[in-house]
């Protein structure tokens, strides 16, 4: 590896937009492209106000990044707009594998693309779940699993119709992983911690073609289905950009 493609680490904040990059191409420009994805959807939106509603749309676009979101809320039986973080970290690691990176993590409010050819550990934040910074999962290199998102109803501002501290996805796409997590997130709802785990777990069955893998938090209680990275003890602190490894 020269000294261009030393692994560099750089916060991205652009309006709503808050992006933490960890990559060995670390002069390509990706903030142009958040920038424009930003103001496409903006149009989209002003244009076509079905595009920030809850419900899929059935129209098509000349832009990639709207074509991402109508295919995942499709996928997902949400709006759009369950997969804009997902979808611009989409559209960042895409540039940065054009541009022959190896080792990319791009994180946006919890929403995570990746592709690394070194062993990863994506660390847990589930708000004030007793597991917040404590596991972790193990990515090998060049994993089938590029995105890894995350939807919570007791954390942060996005909309979620259920109370999990975490649902996250894993999958081929982050525009897909994303969608996904918002979706099943919503059915996390009951009487017990058990109840709203169990809840989405049952719920992931009809969208099981999608994904790879399903992590449900709620307080100490987590269930899983399908594949996913293996789980590893950490010692981290409680903030996003604070839970990558590479080992």
Do not use: W
């Amino acid at each position: 590896m020269n000294n261009s493609d030393k692994i560099k680490s750089r916060r991205i904040n652009i309006d709503s937009t808050h992006i933490q990059l960890k990559t060995d191409k670390f002069e390509v420009d990706i903030e142009e492209d958040i920038l424009k994805s930003r103001m496409i959807i903006q149009d989209m939106i002003k244009n076509n106000p079905s595009f920030n509603g809850f419900e899929p749309v059935n129209f098509k676009s000349q832009h990639h990044i709207i074509s991402l979101m109508i295919n995942a809320g499709d996928i997902s039986n949400t709006g759009p707009m369950s997969s804009v973080a997902g979808s611009i970290s989409e559209i960042c690691l895409d540039k940065l594998i054009k541009n022959d990176s190896k080792y990319s993590i791009i994180e946006n409010g919890g929403d995570i693309a990746l592709k690394v050819n070194k062993k990863v550990i994506i660390g847990v934040y589930a708000g004030k779940s007793k597991l917040t910074g404590r596991i972790g999962f193990k990515f090998k290199p060049n994993s089938n699993i590029s995105g890894v998102c995350t939807s919570s109803g007791t954390v942060g501002h996005s909309t979620s119709f259920g109370i999990t501290d975490a649902t996250i996805v894993f999958a081929k796409t982050s525009s897909i992983a994303d969608s996904l997590a918002t979706s099943i997130g919503n059915y996390g709802t009951g009487e017990s911690e058990y109840e709203i785990v169990e809840n989405c777990i049952s719920a992931s069955d009809k969208f099981k073609d999608y994904f790879e893998g399903l992590v449900v938090i709620k307080d100490d209680i987590i269930g899983s289905t399908g594949n996913i990275p293996k789980l590893a003890k950490t010692n981290k602190k409680s903030l996003i950009h604070e839970l990558y490894d590479t080992l």
